[in-house]
């Protein structure tokens, strides 16, 4: 789907926006300006501008941003997914986000985080094959990732070097590799008071 | 089982090593079911992914006529270009593909065998002082952050999932390796594992032939 200047611009905001929350910071422009320099803010600008190219039919300037956001950040992200505003990476390396994600707003990606379809055969031929959808308010943790055709409920966190291949309902904890629920948030976040 | 993982590299010519990275690049377009255009080969090109695997398959036959300037260039070049760490003196059958644009490593006492898919940050590495080398098998998919630690042996269409470390050999083909230390959670039909097709998680379109020399 097309993605407009004006939509580009304003997902930039909203990413920035939701730094300077989370770093409790005042904003400002100049603040704003500051943060977008950030390494963590800059790879999500890069790859918001490598969607904007990629379906506007500009696809060497993708190419670029996406080079960019590799050489710099040791991050990839595919035009195809559908991350919302408000997305932030806290330490920007090494992050992958595959083709047809869908990631809803105020998620934290600490570093090293995977959300792609699975690549490996589970042994059922006619498995669905599909790709995580997070919902807001999501965190993983340093190395956590997720994969396959799941979903991962509102206000979940994901600890360190998680593996998740299964669907976590609303205001889970979840750790280990393969992951098991170590939590369960009686009161997950929603959308009005997070 | 593993002999394609065991090819000579002593006595490889440069056209055995273009002949290499073409399987390479076909088994790369194979598993992204794109057709092969000249537009399309230009992207490929410029996809660090393919470019690491296209230096490295060079720095190999440098490596095996001891030019060492010349490969300790490459290894370098390689990990500014692409942040991937392919020591030239490991052994790899053709097919090889990074998906995740680079950021691998494989340490120089590594034998992987045809058609292996390794994603990012996945760590191949000897034991310190070791004299061993890691034999992996045909077919395998190493998943992100997967490290495999000393000399261990993993059979044909061995898959090991994300964040898992393995450090035991696990020969038999089609397991599913899982956790920290890894154990084998499953075992699947070596056939499923050939025609599966690791990026795009469902089974290939055209059943996969091996390539060898």
Not at chain 1, 149 to 160: F, L, Q, S
Request: proline share 6%; aromatic share 8%; hydrophobic share 45%.
């Amino acid at each position: 789907m097309r993605q407009s200047f004006a939509e580009t611009w304003r997902l930039i905001r909203a990413d920035i926006d939701w730094r300077c929350l989370y770093e409790r910071k005042k904003r400002s422009p100049l603040t704003r300006l500051r943060l977008m320099f950030h390494p963590g803010s800059a790879t999500v600008v890069l790859f918001r501008w490598q969607r904007f190219f990629d379906t506007n039919h500009l696809g060497f300037l993708a190419t670029i941003c996406r080079w960019l956001n590799l050489i710099l950040f040791t991050s990839s992200y595919s035009s195809g997914a559908d991350v919302a505003g408000g997305f932030l990476v806290v330490h920007a390396t090494a992050v992958c986000v595959d083709e047809g994600v869908v990631i809803g707003p105020r998620c934290i990606l600490f570093a090293q985080n995977a959300i792609s379809r699975s690549p490996f055969v589970d042994g059922k031929p006619n498995a669905p094959s599909g790709v995580p959808i997070v919902d807001s308010d999501v965190v993983f943790g340093i190395g956590a990732s997720a994969h396959g055709a799941i979903r991962i409920g509102r206000g979940c966190h994901i600890g360190m070097n998680t593996l998740v291949d299964f669907s976590a309902v609303p205001g889970s904890t979840l750790l280990g590799v393969p992951a098991r629920v170590i939590w369960q948030n009686p009161n997950p976040p929603s959308v009005h008071n997070s | 089982m593993i002999v394609s993982a065991k090819q000579p590299t002593d006595c490889m010519t440069f056209c055995d090593v273009m002949r290499l990275f073409r399987a390479d690049l076909i088994r790369r377009f194979e598993l992204k079911e794109r057709r092969m255009t000249p537009l399309s080969l230009l992207q490929a090109f410029l996809s660090p992914g393919v470019l690491g695997v296209l230096l490295f398959r060079v720095g190999n036959w440098l490596h095996a006529k001891d030019y060492r300037i010349a490969f300790r260039l490459i290894e370098r070049f390689i990990f500014l270009i692409t942040r991937a760490e392919l020591q030239t003196g490991a052994r790899i059958g053709p097919g090889l593909v990074l998906p995740d644009e680079g950021t691998v490593g494989i340490s120089s006492h590594s034998r992987l065998g045809l058609n292996c898919t390794l994603f990012a940050l996945s760590t191949i590495v000897a034991k310190e002082g070791g004299a061993d080398d890691i034999v992996i098998g045909d077919y395998c998919v190493i998943g992100r952050r997967a490290r495999l630690y000393g000399a261990i042996e993993l059979g044909d269409g061995t898959q090991v999932k994300d964040n898992s470390m393995v450090f035991s050999s696990v020969v038999h083909p089609g397991m599913i390796l899982c956790g920290v230390p890894a154990h084998c959670t499953l075992q699947v039909p070596l056939e499923l594992v050939r025609n599966w097709n690791p990026l795009k998680g469902k089974p290939l379109r055209a059943a996969s032939t091996p390539r060898t020399l």
